[in-house]
């Protein structure tokens, strides 16, 4: 919130807060943070242009997805976050995402180097709470097989989690049962 410096009617942002702006200056947000802001901006993306995101998407490789999203013809995307440049060269495991998606994106926010990415996968970056396609991932079809599995999963995992959301008591069940085991 803005508040007011001193007695005078001169309005300021409290430290890390831009002027004008309700949110923390670029540098002073943490990776997570950054990693989070450009992951809504990528979901929010995908809901304009009619796919189905789903956050923290276990593939049956044992790899999570930080987005896989159904697309209106029945594919599904996978988009990668990358926080910075550090989190994109030290994590080099994106290319395991490949066998599990019609299409592999690179989700980034503004300031990334984004000569650092690899030209075979898609591209959105990210602007405050908006996201734009800047280039579309080459197509690598899923065999039939693999897609209805992992349609079959990705409708589990989405009816599950908006069963938990209307029935918080559900997963305090679930996670006792589990224990019990």
Same mark, same amino acid.
């Given at each position: 919130?803005?508040?007011?410096? &001193?007695?005078?009617? %001169?309005?300021?942002?409290?430290?890390?807060? $831009?002027? +004008?702006?309700?949110?923390?200056? !670029? !540098? !002073?947000?943490?990776?997570?943070?950054?990693?989070?802001?450009? $992951?809504?901006?990528?979901?929010?993306?995908?809901?304009?242009? &009619?796919?189905?995101? %789903?956050?923290?998407?276990?593939?049956?490789? +044992?790899?999570?997805?930080?987005?896989?999203?159904? @697309?209106?013809? &029945?594919?599904?995307?996978?988009?990668?976050?990358?926080?910075?440049?550090?989190?994109?060269?030290?994590?080099?495991?994106?290319?395991? #995402?490949?066998?599990?998606?019609?299409?592999? #994106?690179?989700?980034? !926010? &503004? +300031?990334?180097?984004?000569?650092? @990415?690899?030209?075979?996968? +898609?591209?959105?970056?990210?602007?405050?709470?908006? /996201?734009?396609?800047?280039?579309? *991932?080459?197509?690598?079809?899923?065999?039939?097989?693999?897609?209805?599995?992992?349609?079959?999963?990705?409708?589990?995992?989405?009816?599950?989690?908006?069963?938990? @959301?209307?029935?918080?008591?559900? /997963?305090? *069940?679930?996670?006792?049962?589990?224990? *019990?085991?």
């Amino acid at each position: 919130m803005l508040r007011r410096a &001193g007695a005078g009617a %001169v309005l300021t942002a409290p430290p890390g807060i $831009r002027e +004008g702006t309700q949110r923390p200056a !670029d !540098d !002073d947000i943490t990776l997570p943070q950054r990693a989070m802001a450009v $992951r809504r901006a990528a979901a929010r993306l995908c809901v304009l242009m &009619g796919w189905a995101p %789903v956050h923290e998407v276990t593939l049956p490789n +044992g790899r999570r997805a930080d987005i896989l999203a159904l @697309l209106p013809d &029945g594919g599904f995307a996978c988009i990668e976050v990358k926080s910075g440049a550090r989190d994109f060269l030290t994590d080099q495991k994106w290319p395991e #995402y490949r066998d599990f998606c019609d299409a592999l #994106y690179f989700a980034v !926010d &503004g +300031g990334f180097p984004q000569e650092l @990415l690899p030209a075979e996968v +898609g591209l959105i970056v990210a602007s405050d709470r908006e /996201a734009e396609l800047v280039r579309e *991932a080459p197509a690598h079809k899923l065999p039939p097989s693999r897609r209805r599995a992992l349609l079959l999963r990705f409708a589990a995992l989405a009816a599950t989690r908006l069963a938990v @959301l209307e029935d918080p008591g559900a /997963a305090a *069940a679930l996670r006792g049962a589990l224990r *019990a085991e």
